[in-house]
Nanobody
């Protein structure tokens, strides 16, 4: 199983970025996915998650941490086995390494707790600075 993040970089406050997480080796439709971030000297933070969706099931429900819920948008493209995180109105405090993670629950669920995930990507750095 591989999860590969991309799309990070240097951005100015107020700009937008779209991160992606391309997966392989797992049945992406069946997995709940999460986005996490970790800034230097801080604990890892679960910023969003999206439940499974595929095979005619409903789902794809999204959940966000309160500090980001108005600016972050989580989505998934099951045909591409890819997870996305759109970040609008970037702030300096968004500077962090961003990770995606996946886990199978067998029902329409996801978690913003890192301990609930078994597969992780290597991360993509987002730096917001003027």
């Amino acid at each position: 199983v591989q999860l590969v993040e991309a799309g990070g970089g240097l951005a100015q406050p107020g700009e937008s970025l779209r991160l992606s997480c391309t997966t392989s080796g797992l049945n992406f439709d069946d997995y709940g996915m999460g986005w996490f971030r970790q800034a230097p000297g801080k604990e890892r933070e679960g910023v969003s998650c999206i439940s499974w969706r595929g095979g005619g099931r409903s789902g794809g429900r999204t959940y966000y941490a309160d500090p980001v819920k108005d600016r972050f948008a989580d989505s998934r493209d099951n045909a591409k086995n890819t997870l996305y995180l759109k970040i609008d109105s970037l702030k300096p405090e968004d500077t962090a390494m961003y990770y995606c993670a996946g886990a199978y629950w067998g029902y329409d669920y996801c978690s913003r707790s890192g301990k609930d995930y078994i597969y992780w990507g290597q991360g993509t750095q987002v730096t917001v600075s003027s």
